[in-house]
């Protein structure tokens, strides 16, 4: 994508954000995806992009844009999963090693990282975030702590369950097979 | 070993092991596309809600610090083309920054651009030039008007770009040299005022 794509979405023209749209997508919906679960991926998706255009005037060039971008859509997801409500667990809980849950849907042909994503969607939203932003996106805890509003001690700890019970589930999934 | 020392132990080793199960999990996850092309709801949406963005754009700021510049140097020949004024005869000499600060009776407040103090200075500075502007020429009133009008324009908008991004330092910089310019300004202009017609 040609970095005046930017310049000239910034400016308004939305043929050019098309093209940063394009180029953009893929990694800001497999983001919402493994954060939110397919359902609300697609919706998280177009809000992110809407509000990236709300927003391309704060856009400084400190950071690349790419940079920028999965910032604001690690935000609006965040966002969604505090609108939602704090009813919902957001974390595992503290003094138990694993989730009881059960393994996740057998596919038909054996795929460990299929079965991971589904595995990924048992977590509570909050170990699940993480989760996907420790391990998967590189998150450090400190960042991670900033976000969520949390600890970084939160982060490790909650970090820690969610392996353990991804592990579980993996394990359990490859014993059916 | 409770489990609070067992956490301590795994945080020590924050990465995954390349053996672990769930490494190779995650090794292995792949992007996949969304179902439907998503492009036409973000384009319905870009189109119906108005854009929020600072309400100065990069280049109507880039024009206005031309402006400035441009005022600054169209007072700088102004200026040159006046006698030159003797100090002692200036009550209108507005004190910069380092310079010492004197304690007469009617001198102006010291700016260092904090907001109190940039807000007295330019009050006693637009003070003065109105009390001395009969002894200006009519054309030069109405380009120190203008271009300080130009100024407090570009005052006003790197103040709503901050109200919106507080941290930004281009904008910062910005509102900083256009204080900077519009002080400037008006101590070149009292100082033209009450040097002019002696």
């Known amino acids: 994508m040609p970095v005046n794509d930017v310049v000239l979405a910034t400016e308004g023209d939305t043929a050019a954000f098309e093209r940063v749209y394009q180029a953009h997508m893929p990694r800001v919906f497999n983001l919402a995806r493994r954060m939110a679960g397919p359902d609300a991926a697609e919706e998280l998706t177009q809000d992110v992009f809407v509000r990236a255009w709300q927003k391309l005037a704060l856009f400084r060039g400190e950071s690349s844009f790419s940079t920028w971008l999965h910032r604001l859509a690690v935000n609006v997801i965040i966002e969604r999963f505090r609108k939602l409500g704090a009813a919902r667990d957001r974390f595992l809980p503290d003094g138990e090693a694993v989730l009881d849950v059960a393994p996740a849907a057998r596919t038909k042909s054996y795929d460990l990282s299929m079965d991971l994503q589904a595995a990924i969607e048992k977590l509570p939203e909050g170990a699940r975030t993480i989760f996907v932003l420790h391990d998967v996106e590189g998150y450090k805890h400190e960042e991670i702590g900033t976000l969520l509003g949390i600890s970084a001690g939160t982060s490790k700890s909650q970090l820690h369950r969610a392996r353990q019970t991804l592990r579980t589930l993996l394990t359990k999934s490859r014993a059916l097979r | ?198």
């Open chain 2, 1 to 198: 070993m409770n489990h609070h020392e067992d956490d301590r132990l795994k945080f020590s080793n924050d990465a995954l092991e390349p053996e672990d199960i769930l490494a190779q999990a995650i090794g292995g996850l792949r992007d996949e596309p969304p179902a439907h092309d998503l492009w036409p709801g973000v384009a319905a949406r870009i189109q119906a809600s108005p854009r929020r963005t600072i309400a100065v754009t990069w280049s109507q700021l880039a024009v206005a610090a031309s402006l400035l510049i441009a005022v600054s140097a169209g007072l700088t020949w102004l200026v040159a083309r006046q006698p030159v004024a003797t100090p002692a005869s200036s009550e209108a000499v507005v004190q910069a920054q380092d310079e010492p600060m004197g304690s007469a009776a009617g001198q102006v407040q010291p700016a260092n651009f904090a907001d109190k103090q940039f807000d007295a200075a330019v009050t006693d500075l637009e003070k003065i030039l109105l009390d001395d502007r009969d002894r200006l020429d009519p054309a030069t009133v109405m380009v120190i008007e203008r271009n300080l009008r130009t100024i407090d324009d570009a005052i006003a908008q790197a103040r709503e770009a901050l109200d919106k991004d507080p941290a930004n330092p281009y904008l910062n910089s910005h509102l900083a040299d256009s204080r900077r310019r519009k002080l400037e300004l008006l101590r070149r202009a009292t100082t033209l005022a009450s040097t002019s017609g002696d």
